[in-house]
């Protein structure tokens, strides 16, 4: 694996020494995988290189990518066989010289000043070698929808702001996988050498687990001016992973590493928080029991037992009922206060 150093001159403010690599993991879609491709050939600094990382897809998103290529640009991998998505990003982590870089979904977009605004957030902040932007949330055609994005960081960087090294893992336990995706993550090469790469067995979580590791070795910064357009549709491997059960195992696992986190052991309201996360899990539970037998049920249930405790979490359900029934039949996101 090609590892840039971490003394390398990533404090750089000559804009010709910041090259970022957009990374763009591929697995079909090819109809979005369109309009993701035209967002990055549309950006305002034309100073970018671009990797395909294609985990195995269909014929035709391969034609597709194979059209590209005339683009010095850009560079492109294929995988002999289906990595899943943190699988194929380490790969391709492996697969990028450049310093930076940023990951793009395939159902995703760029907004058109995205690398140029990057580009002046490295200048200023050059101890930092990790950036999470917020983002715009659109539909399957490209409409805007709900800003949840945006209220949500509202919550706990209502500006951009500096997180120190260690400090953001707060902000990872009470709000939870706070960057919601992983396009828009800009990436200094050199943390994956001290945090290690991305838990390629997991399918859900493992951009919030990545993230707890990675920000007690770096500050982070979080940039509010959204840098990404991010699409929600049925398509996406969020709801197949609900169907799975993956969301809920993942998740579980993550919230009982984080109480057990030495950073965190002197937090009083550790487990107040990790119950309001686990109530959601609970809430899934006790609607797909009947689909999912008594057997399955009484595994998950004790899968919240072992984690954060069934009978803290079940009060956490409890005094999350007035705000799901006040939300009922709107478009509110499903976020009652902690």
Same mark, same amino acid.
């Given at each position: 694996?090609? +590892?840039?150093?971490?003394?390398? @001159?990533?404090?750089?403010?000559?804009?010709?020494?910041?090259? #970022?690599?957009? *990374?763009?993991?591929?697995?079909?879609?090819?109809? +979005?995988?369109?309009?993701?491709?035209?967002? %990055?050939?549309?950006?305002?600094?034309?100073?970018?290189?671009?990797?395909?990382?294609?985990?195995?897809?269909?014929?035709?998103?391969?034609?597709? #990518?194979?059209?590209?290529?005339?683009?010095?640009? #850009?560079?492109?991998?294929?995988?002999?066989?289906?990595?899943?998505?943190?699988?194929?990003?380490?790969?391709?982590?492996? !697969?990028?010289?450049?310093?930076?870089?940023?990951?793009?979904?395939?159902?995703?977009?760029?907004?058109?000043? =995205?690398?140029?605004?990057?580009?002046?957030?490295?200048?200023?902040?050059?101890? %930092?070698?990790?950036?999470?932007?917020?983002?715009?949330?659109?539909?399957?055609?490209?409409?805007?929808?709900?800003?949840?994005?945006?209220?949500?960081?509202?919550?706990?960087?209502?500006?951009?702001?500096?997180?120190? @090294?260690?400090?953001?893992?707060?902000?990872?336990?009470?709000?939870? @996988?706070?960057?919601?995706? *992983?396009?828009?993550?800009?990436?200094?090469?050199?943390?994956?050498?001290?945090?290690?790469?991305?838990?390629?067995?997991?399918?859900?979580?493992?951009?919030?687990?990545?993230?707890?590791? =990675?920000?007690?070795?770096?500050? %982070?910064?979080?940039?509010? !001016?959204?840098? =990404?357009?991010?699409?929600?549709?049925?398509?996406?491997?969020?709801?197949?992973?609900?169907?799975?059960?993956?969301? +809920?195992?993942?998740?579980?696992?993550?919230?009982?590493?984080?109480?057990?986190?030495?950073?965190? !052991?002197?937090?009083? !309201?550790?487990?107040?928080?990790?119950?309001?996360?686990?109530?959601?899990?609970?809430?899934?539970?006790?609607?797909?029991?009947?689909?999912?037998?008594?057997?399955?049920?009484?595994?998950?249930?004790?899968?919240?037992?072992?984690?954060?405790?069934?009978?803290?979490?079940?009060? =956490?359900?409890?005094?999350?009922?007035?705000?799901?029934?006040? #939300?009922?039949?709107?478009?509110?996101?499903?976020?009652?206060?902690?």
């Amino acid at each position: 694996m090609i +590892l840039i150093n971490s003394s390398l @001159s990533y404090t750089t403010c000559n804009w010709y020494e910041l090259p #970022i690599t957009i *990374i763009l993991p591929v697995y079909g879609r090819s109809e +979005l995988l369109k309009a993701a491709l035209s967002s %990055v050939y549309s950006q305002t600094d034309r100073d970018w290189r671009l990797h395909i990382a294609d985990d195995g897809s269909d014929v035709q998103t391969a034609q597709l #990518i194979s059209q590209q290529l005339t683009d010095p640009r #850009i560079s492109y991998a294929r995988r002999e066989k289906n990595l899943g998505l943190f699988g194929n990003l380490n790969h391709a982590n492996a !697969e990028v010289s450049t310093p930076w870089q940023l990951i793009l979904c395939s159902d995703d977009e760029l907004k058109p000043d =995205a690398i140029s605004r990057l580009k002046t957030s490295i200048c200023e902040n050059p101890d %930092v070698r990790l950036i999470l932007s917020s983002y715009e949330s659109i539909d399957i055609d490209g409409q805007l929808r709900h800003d949840v994005n945006g209220e949500f960081y509202d919550l706990f960087a209502p500006q951009t702001h500096l997180f120190g @090294s260690g400090e953001l893992l707060r902000p990872l336990l009470r709000f939870g @996988s706070i960057n919601g995706n *992983i396009t828009g993550l800009l990436i200094h090469h050199s943390l994956f050498a001290d945090a290690g790469l991305w838990r390629s067995d997991w399918t859900q979580a493992a951009d919030w687990e990545w993230l707890i590791r =990675a920000s007690t070795y770096t500050s %982070v910064l979080i940039r509010r !001016e959204p840098i =990404a357009r991010v699409r929600v549709h049925d398509g996406q491997l969020s709801v197949s992973n609900q169907k799975t059960h993956r969301e +809920l195992l993942e998740t579980l696992d993550l919230l009982s590493e984080l109480l057990q986190h030495p950073l965190l !052991e002197h937090c009083p !309201e550790r487990y107040r928080w990790a119950s309001h996360h686990a109530q959601f899990q609970l809430w899934n539970i006790l609607k797909r029991c009947r689909g999912a037998g008594l057997r399955q049920t009484l595994r998950n249930l004790l899968a919240v037992q072992r984690s954060v405790g069934l009978l803290r979490t079940s009060l =956490a359900l409890f005094r999350s009922f007035p705000y799901r029934l006040r #939300i009922r039949g709107t478009d509110l996101p499903l976020l009652p206060p902690l």
